[in-house]
């Protein structure tokens, strides 16, 4: 299988639930990052895993957190959700070896 | 002021029409630079990376990269409908992903 996906593709949550989300990342790629996408701005970096560790961190509070598995698949977790938190969350991944990132097509997680 | 500035648009043009779309940075420690294309409820596809100053080429794609000035731009050659997206600006430090900073994106429509 060739790309990267994501699940769910859409959810709605509560303020102050968690969710955690999912990413499959393309065949051969080791690196995984995810981004939160507000509607109308350009991604945001939250952070970065390489062979199920973290790496590298954006500017998000320790209610995001992540985990790689073996197979490099990835998840997202965010706990206390708020409002703000509303956006597409991306995943996107990458070997070490190219230039770039594979995206998919994100989760769209709405909080009410 | 934000590291990573674009307009945001909307551009509209006739197909045909040659497309110039630019983003400026402040941060000189950006080495790579690439450019995405993001349909609506997509997410973003890699269209060109490039490494320091000058210009890359690739089809009817030009993306041209001005260290000293901190600008980049992305000029698309003969215009189609469906270049109809939004274009994201994204660069760098380094070239094993962490922290891809993303422009906020420009929506262009090519109109037939």
């Known amino acids: 299988e060739t790309g990267v996906t994501q699940s769910p593709t859409h959810l709605i949550k509560t303020r102050g639930q968690q969710v955690t989300l999912r990413c499959s990342s393309q065949?051969?790629?080791?690196?995984v990052s995810w981004y939160q996408q507000a509607l109308g701005q350009g991604p945001q970096f939250i952070f970065q895993?390489?062979?199920?560790?973290?790496?590298g961190r954006g500017n998000f509070p320790p209610r995001f957190s992540g985990l790689q598995f073996p197979n490099y698949s990835s998840e997202l977790n965010v706990n206390a959700l708020e409002l703000d938190d509303s956006a597409l969350y991306l995943c996107?991944?990458?070997?070490?070896?190219?230039?770039?990132?594979?995206f998919g097509s994100g989760t769209r997680l709405t909080v009410v | 002021q934000k590291e990573v500035e674009q307009d945001p648009g909307p551009l509209s043009v006739p197909e045909g029409a040659i497309v110039s779309l630019n983003c400026t940075y402040s941060?000189?420690?950006?080495?790579?630079f690439m450019w995405y294309r993001q349909y609506s409820r997509k997410g973003p596809e890699l269209l060109m990376y490039?490494?320091?100053?000058g210009n890359k080429e690739d089809g009817r794609f030009t993306a041209q990269v001005d260290k000293s000035s901190k600008y980049i731009s992305l000029f698309i050659r003969d215009s189609q409908p469906s270049d109809s997206a939004t274009y994201l600006c994204a660069m760098s430090v380094n070239n094993y992903g962490q922290n891809f900073v993303f422009g906020p994106g420009t929506r262009l429509s090519v109109l037939p």
């Open positions: 490039t490494y320091s100053s």
């Open positions: 065949s051969g790629h080791n690196t």
């Open positions: 941060n000189s420690a950006f080495q790579y």
């Open positions: 895993y390489y062979r199920e560790e973290e790496n």
């Open positions: 996107a991944s990458s070997s070490t070896h190219s230039g770039g990132y594979t």
